[in-house]
C-alpha cells in the first residue's frame, strides 16, 4: 500500500511545555484515520504541524513522501491544493456569502469567473443536502449543523485527496451529528478520500474509523480499530464509551 502521510519522532514544544512527544505514525492511501483523545492532548496542534502551519523542534512529516520540511514554497502549494481542511468551529469568513466562502481558493487564487465558481459551488452545495438558497446566506444565518456542512463544501471544492476533520460533530445534536457522521462516510466512500478525523467522540471515532490513535498529554497511548481497543484499551476515554453501552 501506498503511505500518503508519515510522522517520524515528532515532538513540538510551545512556551517551554512539550506538547508533542515522539508521536509516529503512517496513514496509507484510502485509509479512514481517527485521532481520538481527551480535550487539550494536542489533537489540533498535530494536524497543524503536518499541513506545515507549526514547525516541530524534532521529527520529520512526509506527505504524499515528500519530506515537507524541504519543500519550496510553490512546492507545498502543490500539496496542499490535495488537501481539504474542515477546521473545528467551521472557520467561515463572516463577511462572505455561503458560496463565496465555499469557493473562497478559487475566487481569490484563480482568474476563474465567479458565475463558474459559484456553480460549482452550488453543485457541491446540493451534493451535501444543502438548498441552491443557501448559497447566497451569510455564515450568520446559518445553524451549527449547517455551517459545518459549508466547511465540508468548502474542503471538497479542489477535489482533495486526503481530507482533514477537526472535531467535526462537536457542538452539535445528536440527529445532525449522526447525519453529518454518515455524510463523511459517504464522501470518503464516494471520492475515495484518505481521510484524518480528530475528536474526542468515541461514537464518532468507533463509526467512521477503521484505525484509531489515541493520544493523551501529546503522546499516542493506543493504535488499533476501535473492537481491539475496546477489548484492550484500559484508557478512560475508551472505558466510558465502553461502560455506557458503546
Ligand atoms: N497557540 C498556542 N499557544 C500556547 N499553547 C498552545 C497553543 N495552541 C495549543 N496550545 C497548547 O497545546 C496543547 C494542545 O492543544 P490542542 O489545541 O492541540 O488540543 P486538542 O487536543 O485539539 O483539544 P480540543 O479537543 O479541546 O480541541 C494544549 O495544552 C494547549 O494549551
Ligand atoms: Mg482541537
Redo the contacts with the bound molecule.
Keep these: 500500500m501506498e503511505k500518503i502521510i508519515s510522522v517520524k519522532n515528532l515532538n513540538l514544544r ?2 517551554n ?1 512539550e ?1 508533542l512527544n515522539d508521536i509516529n505514525f503512517d496513514i496509507e492511501k484510502g485509509e479512514s484515520v481517527v485521532i481520538v ?10 494536524i497543524k504541524t503536518i499541513l506545515g502551519i507549526i514547525k516541530p523542534y524534532k521529527g520529520e512529516i512526509y506527505i504524499f513522501g515528500k519530506n515537507i520540511e524541504n519543500l519550496r514554497e510553490d512546492e507545498l502549494k502543490e500539496i496542499r491544493e490535495k488537501i481539504g481542511m474542515v477546521f ?1 468551529n467551521s472557520a467561515l469568513f463572516d463577511s462572505l456569502s455561503v458560496w463565496e466562502n465555499v469557493g473562497f481558493y478559487y475566487l481569490y487564487h484563480t482568474n476563474r469567473r465567479k458565475e463558474d465558481i459559484k456553480n460549482q459551488a452550488i453543485e457541491i452545495l446540493k451534493s451535501l443536502g444543502l438548498d441552491e438558497s443557501v448559497s447566497d446566506m451569510m455564515p450568520e444565518q446559518l445553524s451549527g449543523g449547517m455551517k459545518k456542512r459549508v466547511s465540508i463544501a468548502r474542503a471538497l471544492i479542489s477535489k482533495p485527496e486526503i481530507i482533514f476533520y ?2 467535526p460533530t462537536t457542538g452539535l445534536d445528536p440527529i445532525t451529528s449522526e447525519n453529518l457522521t454518515s455524510l463523511i462516510k459517504k464522501i470518503h466512500q464516494e471520492f475515495n478520500t484518505t481521510d484524518i478525523t ?1 475528536t ?1 467522540d468515541v461514537k464518532l471515532a468507533s463509526k467512521i474509523g477503521k484505525k484509531l490513535i489515541l ?1 493523551d498529554q ?1 503522546r499516542i497511548v493506543e493504535v488499533g480499530t476501535y473492537e481491539e481497543l475496546r477489548k484492550k484499551s484500559k484508557h478512560p476515554i475508551i472505558r466510558s464509551y465502553v461502560e455506557m453501552g458503546g
Design positions: 510551545i512556551g511545555k506538547v483523545g481527551p480535550s487539550g492532548c494536542g489533537k489540533t496542534v498535530l473545528q477537526d472535531e480528530i474526542h493520544i501529546g
